[in-house]
Antibody
Framework: QVQLVQSGAEVKKPGASVKVSCQASGYTFSTYLLHWVRQAPGQGLEWMGIINPSGGTTTYAQKFQGRVTMTRDTSTSTVYMELSSLSSEDTAVYYC?????????????WGQGTLVTVSS | DIQLTQSPSFLSASVGDRVIITCRASQAISSYLAWYRQRPGRAPELLIYAASTLQSGVPSRFSGSGSGTEFTLTISSLQPEDFATYYCQQLFTYPFTFGPGTKVDI
């Protein structure tokens, strides 16, 4: 069965960087693009960007351009999301997600979420 | 970027009620719209995609309609597990923005 398993919670100081991982299993890794979505406490969902595990190409939301880097390791079927210059406003749960079928557009499979807390 | 608005932002309802949530896009997005339910402490769950396709395993009390710029999610008979927050998302063009959410409370 498809699984997206994320790394554990992180606590970072303002100005630092964080790198969250998302390991995929149960399907051919290169077949599906992987999205990153975040949710600040008590707030809505925010789409951050997407990575193509096949070639590593990425598209980021304008808001995060210059601060986010998404990469992948095909040998371990893992994608990474690194966010730099953290501030308290980056405190959120970060999710990776992918769609259900190749021909569809949605987010069906979700990781369990990774809480990133930014605090001095 | 395409902006999505949802109405209402909050609604109070009872078990068995029929609930309709509206999502409006700032420009036409064809039928590239999905609906999610999010219960506290959990990841979002996909309910509807392509505006009106019910995700397999999702109860038939959920239905979606619309195209272009106006979409609706209907819950025909609200169940206890449906007290949650609902989000729409456009997947027409990057960035794949979400609506601000509609909280359904008792």
């Amino acid at each position: 069965q498809v699984q997206l398993v994320q790394s554990g919670a992180e606590v970072k100081k303002p100005g630092a960087s964080v790198k969250v991982s998302c390991q995929a299993s149960g399907y051919t890794f290169s077949t599906y693009l992987l999205h990153w979505v975040r949710q600040a406490p008590g707030q809505g969902l925010e789409w951050m960007g997407i990575i193509n595990p096949s070639g590593g190409t990425t598209t980021y939301a304008q808001k995060f351009q210059g601060r986010v880097t998404m990469t992948r390791d095909t040998s371990t079927s893992t994608v990474y999301m690194e966010l730099s210059s953290l501030s308290s406003e980056d405190t959120a749960v970060y999710y990776c997600a992918r769609k259900n079928f190749v021909e569809s557009r949605n987010l069906y499979y979700w990781g369990q979420g990774t809480l990133v807390t930014v605090s001095s | 970027d395409i902006q999505l608005t949802q109405s209402p932002s909050f609604l109070s309802a009872s078990v068995g009620d029929r609930v309709i949530i509206t999502c409006r896009a700032s420009q036409a997005i064809s039928s590239y719209l999905a609906w999610y339910r999010q219960r506290p402490g959990r990841a979002p769950e996909l309910l509807i995609y392509a505006a009106s396709t019910l995700q397999s395993g999702v109860p038939s009390r959920f239905s979606g309609s619309g195209s272009g710029t106006e979409f609706t999610l209907t819950i025909s008979s609200l169940q206890p597990e449906d007290f949650a927050t609902y989000y729409c998302q456009q997947l027409f063009t990057y960035p794949f923005t979400f609506g601000p959410g509609t909280k359904v409370d008792i």
